[in-house]
């Protein structure tokens, strides 16, 4: 589409890739379904699933537009990721670290929740609590230039992942709009992408 935002023109996905001639379920009722259609559709997910590192890297690469900020939203999430490997962290925390924003592509509104929900099948419980509320905890560093409470991630002081969600936004998150920071590129961190979202765990929902 022509003057298309260059964001949306990076967001294909698997399902695009199908073509016209995908074979089709029988019903229009999911109580009407047979067990040949319901393996029709996993066999469907299945591929979905496989897909989804490069669907993650999809969103990371529409990021690399203009935000406002001296550097690009990719660039923000390559250098947290750097920061944390240089740190030592290990390669699921480094993946977070490079994934932590891309519900900004979703929902702005609650990037934070969106990026935590889409991670959750993948990342252990403590990556994915600081992953959900690291928006309210990078408000300590904001709100009080909009006349809002800078303190309000005290309201989880008693979360065991509470320290761990301020030491990501302090060491990764709130340092990393540096435009003559050096950090390593997306296709360096693209295997650590693909081990980490290897295959879905199981969760408690």
Known sequence: MAGANPRWALLETSYQSRGDNLETVSFTKMSDGTAEDYALLSALEEEDIDAFPDRVL???RAMDVPSGYQVTRLEHSLQAATRAMR???DEETVVCALLHDIGDVLA???HSEVAAAVLRPYVSERNYWIIKH?????EFYYAHDHDKDRNSRERYRESPYFQATADFCEKYDQVS???EYESETLEFFEPMVRRVLSGPRDYSA
């Open 108 to 110: 702005p509104a609650n």
């Open 177 to 179: 709009f540096d435009s």
């Open 134 to 138: 690291h928006g309210v905890f990078q």
């Open 87 to 89: 740190a030592g962290e």
């Open 58 to 60: 999809e969103w990371l």
